[in-house]
Every structure is written in structure tokens, then in C-alpha cells.
T-cell receptor, first 114, second 110 residues
Framework: AQKITQTQPGMFVQEKEAVTLDCTYD???????LFWYKQPSSGEMIFLIY??????QNATEGRYSLNFQKARKSANLVISASQLGDSAMYFC???????????FGAGTILRVKS | SQTIHQWPATLVQPVGSPLSLECTVE??????LYWYRQAAGRGLQLLFY??????ISSEVPQNLSASRPQDRQFILSSKKLLLSDSGFYLC?????????FGPGTRLLVL
């Protein structure tokens, strides 16, 4: 079974609008971490945001926020006030337990329109 | 904070030739290090990880090997490349709970 599922292969958003990128996960471990990375066309993987399974509040980092719904096992990324530079591939990833290995989803391509 | 360096940035190699990709880390000591491969338009697949010098764990059976001769050096190798080894190779290191990535190496095997 897929541990990380990103159901949106591609998304479009108008510049300055908000967009939500979906991510659901599957784990039986009560301790885990969820990550979002951005990969522009250059290929580098840029860390955006992290949410721990025991964190009481949703994580936020500037224009990025993580809508963490533990019961639904979802960790959607919300990008507010989209910019043209946000066009990239976005990956959701999970770390289980005390380990450091990450499992990645298939990614979502985001295109911001002017 | 740590910085991950990778070279070369791009490599074109014939089938059957050897491979050596290097990853070095600065700004931290004794990091966990990782090699990932990304096929075109796909997600990342973990190939190897290392928790210390000489300690290598392989995640998938394949034509590649990894070594960690120094604390901040992680090398990905092959004795004979296959066409299927083409892809984008990323090295990553942990800092706290987060993995940070290098710029990657694009490998094309012809």
C-alpha cells in the first residue's frame, strides 16, 4: 500500500490566489513527521514545512501552511498569495517513528498563471 | 546550517562504463546521509543511507553501491552502468528532524 498519496498530478492557480495541494498518508506508528518539499525545474529539492504527529497546532512558514487533519490522515499544503515563482513540483513525504528515512509521494505539479 | 555539495552536475556515460558520484557535507558533523534516485517526472526512491563512516544500508537491490570513506563524504558508484541507471541522483543529509538536499546530478546512460 502507498504510504504517501498525492492525488493531484497537476494543478493550476491564478497568481495571488491561494491553492491547496493534497496529501494523505498511511502509518500505524503513533510517532511520525510529515514534510513538504518544492522542486523547481532546476531539480533542487527545497524544504518548505514540517509537521510532527504530536504537534498541537498546524505548522506555518511564511506563505506556507500545513492543514494537518490527524483523524483523516491528511497533511495538505496551503500556499497563500501564489506567485509565479511557486510554479514547481511539490512533494509530500513522511518519516515514521524515530528513523530518518523519508517516503515520498509521487508529487503534484503546480502552475501559477499570470 | 549544513550545505550539501554534489558533483558533477551533469554526466553522460556509455553503457558498461563505471560511475562515481560524490557528495560532501559542510556545516555539520556525523550527519545521516542518503542517496536518492528520481526518474523523469517521478518521485524519489531511496537507494542507500549511512549513519556513519563505513556504515551503508541498501534499500533496493540494484546495480549501484555506496561508500562513506569520511564523515562528510558519501559516494555512489557502479562498476558497469546500465541504461536503467539514467536519472537524477540526489544526496541528502539530516539536520535535526529534516533532510536537506544537494543540487543533484543528472545522469544519462547511452
Amino acid at each position: 500500500a502507498q504510504k504517501i498519496t498525492q492525488t493531484q498530478p497537476g494543478m493550476f492557480v491564478q497568481e495571488k490566489e491561494a491553492v491547496t495541494l493534497d496529501c494523505t498518508y498511511d502509518t500505524s506508528d503513533p510517532s511520525y513527521g510529515l514534510f513538504w518539499y518544492k522542486q523547481p525545474s532546476s531539480g533542487e529539492m527545497i524544504f518548505l514545512i514540517y509537521q510532527g504527529s504530536y504537534d498541537q497546532q498546524n505548522a506555518t512558514e511564511g506563505r506556507y501552511s500545513l492543514n494537518f487533519q490527524k483523524a483523516r490522515k491528511s497533511a495538505n499544503l496551503v500556499i497563500s498569495a501564489s506567485q509565479l515563482g511557486d510554479s514547481a513540483m511539490y512533494f509530500c513525504a513522511m518519516r515514521e517513528g524515530g528513523g530518518n528515512k523519508l517516503v515520498f509521494g509521487a508529487g503534484t505539479i503546480l502552475r501559477v498563471k499570470s | 546550517s549544513q550545505t550539501i555539495h554534489q558533483w558533477p552536475a551533469t554526466l553522460v556515460q556509455p553503457v558498461g562504463s563505471p560511475l562515481s558520484l560524490e557528495c560532501t557535507v559542510e556545516g555539520t558533523s556525523n550527519p545521516n546521509l542518503y542517496w536518492y534516485r528520481q526518474a523523469a517526472g517521478r518521485g524519489l526512491q531511496l537507494l542507500f543511507y549511512s549513519v556513519g563512516i563505513g556504515q551503508i544500508s541498501s534499500e533496493v537491490p540494484q546495480n549501484l553501491s555506496a561508500s562513506r570513506p569520511q564523515d562528510r563524504q558519501f559516494i555512489l558508484s557502479s562498476k558497469k552502468l546500465l541504461l536503467s541507471d539514467s536519472g537524477f541522483y540526489l544526496c541528502a543529509g539530516t539536520e535535526g528532524k529534516t533532510q536537506y538536499f544537494g543540487p543533484g546530478t543528472r545522469l544519462l546512460v547511452l
